[in-house]
């Protein structure tokens, strides 16, 4: 187990180092800005390398994992698909190759033979990555790789990743956009059950060297399994002035019913991963998410960290719906292994109930009987 936890947290130190090089090496940088100019094939072309960022990552993430525990070939799933379409209409297998010259090659054809672009990627994903992490080091769980599957979000908050502010001031600790909340999420959950086991959260853009503009990031990690919780993060502690945090699309009933029990501490994020972070830091209590505008490879790391520190996130829909009959207990929390199956594509990921991630119940249970009593 520490070694999964370990090759985790080292497949998203490389997955942060490929967002960061891809903001800060012009001839990458070019690739993901240069918007509104060029012809329309250019257009085109820049759109594609904004997926093709996030497809890398994703295929580095499970090349590098994959290798490591072959037990979980196959079980290492995420949001993009390495199916990629270039600007000429051609489809492509996005994948690491065997040798940094070999993805060089087929990063140069992927990229219009943008030969600088395809190095510095190339040399970014074949780069070996050494953690120095005692704290890591030190943990002891054995939990069976083959009994484990795994969420990859490559870059969640794309818009505010590509949008690029990078200084946005918080309101109450917590940015309400720019780079700081773009996220690199990797989660592990139990095949049979469904319940998230292990969580990292990279955070790339984390603090600017005002030297040398270089980004340096952070990255969290939570264990929760058979009743032994670990994590590199402390439970924040019960607050008496909670505050929620929400999307800005939140729907104008959900903030309206919202609005006695947090007042002026209704704080709004871009990312989805940010806003679960910003509960599992205790920057807010809780964040409530009406819509099933979130999916799987969202929620499971965050989640695992979550429970890891004794919170949670459950099911909106089917949490209510069991506290209006009265089963007030365990609520039905979030599980990560079976498809919705009257959806198709990305929408059978989704968690079409929408959400509420906490870390103390007394937060949950407020939350809970205000939503019940309301009219929504
Ligand atoms: C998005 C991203 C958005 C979020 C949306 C996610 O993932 O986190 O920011 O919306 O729910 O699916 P919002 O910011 O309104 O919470 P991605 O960036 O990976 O598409
Ligand atoms: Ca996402
Ligand atoms: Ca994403």
Known sequence: MAALLKSLVGASEKAARIAQLCRQEEALFQLLIEEKTGTDKNKKFVQDFKTLADVLIQEVIKHDVGKEFPELHGHICGEESNQFENSLGETLEVQVCATQQDTASLLFTILDRNRPAAELLAAAIHQEVVLQDPALDAVALAIPPERLAIWIDPIDSTNQYIRGQASVAPIGGICP?????????????????????????????FQED???????????????????????????????????????????????????????????????????????????????LSEGSTFKWDSCAPHAILRALGGGMVDLEAALQAWCAGQRGALPELTYHQPAGDAVGAERWANRGGLVAFMHREHLEVVMATLATAAL
């Open 210 to 288: 005002p030297l040398t503009h270089r980004w340096q990031g952070v990255y969290h990690w939570g264990i929760s399994y058979q009743g032994t919780s670990l994590s590199s993060l402390r439970r924040p502690p019960l607050c008496p002035e909670p505050s929620v945090v929400l999307s800005s699309s939140e729907t104008p009933a959900i903030q309206r019913a919202l609005r006695p029990l947090y007042g002026e501490r209704l704080r709004f994020a871009s990312g989805a991963g940010y806003k679960m972070l910003c509960v599992i830091l205790g920057l807010a209590e809780t964040y409530i």
């Open 177 to 205: 956009s720019g780079l700081r909340s773009a996220l690199v999420l990797i989660g592990a959950y139990d095949r049979s059950s469904g319940d998230p086991v292990l969580g990292v959260i990279n955070e790339p853009f």
